[in-house]
C-alpha cells in the first residue's frame, strides 16, 4: 500500500469532506478508513478543523458551498459546525475581555523566579546594577511606566473595540431579523388592502391554517395540493398558549434534515386566536411529507417548544 | 431499502467468528466497522446511514457461510466493497436528489447566545486550567499568523506542533462531548 506524508494525508482528507475526490480516490480514503486507525482518527481531527474554518469564517466560494451541501444537511456534522461556532464565538469574546495585566503578573513571577535560582554574586552584581538604574536612571523607569501605560490604554481600547464589533455583529443580526419581519408585515398589509384579495394572505400566496399537536399519520396528516399560479404558501401556525415575544419556525423533513428556518417571528391575533405566519415559497416545497416545529423564546434568551405541525404537499 | 434481509442469530455469530475468534475482540470490531460504515455513508451524503450500515452487515452476514471458507483478505474491505453497492442501489431507489439547506439567518450573524453557547461556557469552566489555557491559546491565533502562531504556542508547550494539534483536538473532543450531554440534558429536563 503506497506511503503517505502528514501533509498528503491531510490534503487528501480535506478533499474528500469537501466532496473533490474522483470515485477511484474516494474509495481508496474509504478503504483506509474501515482499516486504518490512525487515518480514520485525522479524518475526524480534519472534521473539526474544517467546521472551526467554516466557524471563523475562512471558508469561501466553492468550498463553503460544498461544506454546507454535507455538514449543514447531516444531521450529526451538523451538530458539529453549531459546536465550532459556540467555541469561535466563546474564544472572541474571551479575547476582547481579556486585558493584559494578567499576563504581566506571569511574566513578573517568572523574572522573579529566574533571579532567585542564579548564584550569590550574580543577584549581587545584578542588585548593584539596579541600584544604578535606580539612581542614575530614574527618568528611564519613568518613561517606561508612562509607555506601559499608554500599552495598557491602548490594550484596553483595543478589547473594547472587539467587545464593540461583536455586540455591532449582534445587533446587525437582530435589526435584519427584525427588517425580515417587517418586510413580511409590509407584504401583509398590502395584500390586505388588495380589493381582489379578501383573505389577507399575499396574492401569489395559497393561506393555510395548521394546528399543532395532530399526530403523524396517512389519515390526518393536511394534505396542501399547490396550484400553479401560487408562489407559495403562507402558514398560519395557531399557539395554543402565545407567551413568548419571539418564535423561531424550522422546516424538516421526516428523518430530521432542516430546509429551512426563520428567527425574530412574533404573533399575531387572529379571529381564530393567537398564531405565528410563516411564508414559504413554492421552491422550497416538494412534493413529500414535511414537519414544522414552533420554538418560543422567551425574554431571557430560554427556548421552550411551542408547536409542532405536520403536513405534506400532495403531488399533482 | 427496499430489500430487508433480516440478519438471524446464527449469521450473526458465525460473522462474529470470522472477524475473529475471540469472542470480545469481534465484538469490538464489528462495533468499529459499523461506525466506519455509517461515517462513510454519512460523508457520501446519505440521509440514512445508519439504515444503509445495517443493510451491508446485513448482506455480509447472508453470504457469511461462503465467505468464511473462500475470502481471505481484510474482512473490514470487504464490507466496505458491499457497502458501496448498496449506496448505489439507495441512490437508485431515492424519488428525488437531498434539498439544499435554506436559512434565513446570514451564516455567522450570532442572535441570543444558543444553547451550545451556554452549554460550552459551563463546560469550559469544568476544564483542567491548563487544557483550557492551551484550548484559548490555540484558537486565539489569528487567521493570518496561524501557522507561526501555534508553533510558538508548540515551542512554549515544549512540544512539536503536530503533538499540539493532538491536543487541541483531544481537548476540543471533549469539550464536544460535554456540551452534547449538557443539550441532551436540557432538552431532556425540558419534555
Known sequence: ?316 | MTKDRTLTQSNFDALLVWLDPDRDLAAAKYEDIRAQLIRMFVYRGSLFAEELADETINRVAGKISELAGSYAGEPALYFCGVARNVYRESLKAAQAPPMPVRTADPPGVPEDPPAEYLCLEKCMESLPPESRKVILDYYEITAGEQIEGRKKLARALGIAPNALRIRAHRIRARLFACVSRCIEGKAGRRK
Not at chain 1, 477511484?24 to 482518527?41: G, H, P, S, W, Y
Not at chain 1, 501605560?149 to 464589533?165: I, P, T, Y
Not at chain 1, 388592502?193 to 399537536?213: C, D, I
Open chain 1, 1 to 316: 500500500m503506497k506511503q503517505y506524508s502528514e501533509n498528503d494525508n491531510l490534503t487528501l482528507i480535506w478533499q474528500y469532506l469537501l466532496n473533490r475526490l474522483s470515485e477511484d480516490l474516494r474509495q481508496n480514503v474509504e478503504d483506509r478508513l474501515m482499516t486504518d486507525k490512525i487515518f480514520a482518527e485525522q479524518l475526524r481531527m480534519a472534521e473539526g478543523e474544517l467546521c472551526d474554518e467554516y466557524a471563523a469564517g475562512r471558508l469561501q466560494g466553492a468550498d463553503r458551498e460544498s461544506f454546507e451541501r454535507l455538514f449543514l444537511v447531516q444531521p450529526e456534522l451538523r451538530r458539529q459546525v453549531e459546536f465550532a461556532q459556540a467555541l469561535h464565538r466563546y474564544v472572541l469574546s474571551k479575547s476582547a475581555a481579556q486585558v493584559g495585566a494578567g499576563r504581566r503578573e506571569s511574566s513578573w513571577r517568572a523574572l522573579v523566579g529566574c533571579i532567585r535560582a542564579q548564584s550569590f554574586g550574580f543577584r549581587a552584581a545584578l542588585a548593584a546594577a539596579c541600584m544604578a538604574i535606580v539612581l542614575g536612571g530614574g527618568w528611564l523607569l519613568l518613561e517606561v511606566n508612562r509607555l506601559q501605560d499608554s500599552l495598557d490604554s491602548l490594550r484596553a481600547l483595543q478589547a473594547q473595540a472587539s467587545k464593540d464589533q461583536l455586540d455591532l455583529v449582534r445587533e446587525l443580526g437582530a435589526e435584519k431579523n427584525r427588517r425580515l419581519q417587517a418586510e413580511q408585515e409590509l407584504a401583509y398589509l398590502k395584500a390586505k388592502e388588495t380589493p381582489q384579495n379578501r383573505t389577507g394572505v399575499p396574492a401569489n400566496f395559497l393561506a393555510v391554517v395548521l394546528q399543532s399537536g395532530l399526530v403523524r399519520d396517512a389519515g390526518s396528516t393536511p394534505q396542501i395540493m399547490l396550484p400553479a399560479d401560487k408562489d407559495g404558501v403562507r402558514f398560519e401556525l395557531a399557539l395554543e398558549n402565545d407567551s413568548f415575544p419571539r418564535y423561531e419556525a424550522v422546516l424538516e423533513m421526516p428523518e430530521g434534515a432542516q430546509v429551512f428556518k426563520q428567527s425574530g417571528l412574533s404573533s399575531q391575533k387572529t379571529s381564530r386566536g393567537p398564531a405565528v405566519f410563516v411564508q414559504l415559497s413554492r421552491e422550497i416545497l416538494k412534493p413529500q411529507d414535511y414537519i414544522l416545529r414552533l420554538t418560543g423564546i422567551a425574554a431571557d434568551g430560554s427556548r421552550q417548544r411551542a408547536g409542532t405541525y405536520y403536513f405534506r404537499i400532495a403531488s399533482k
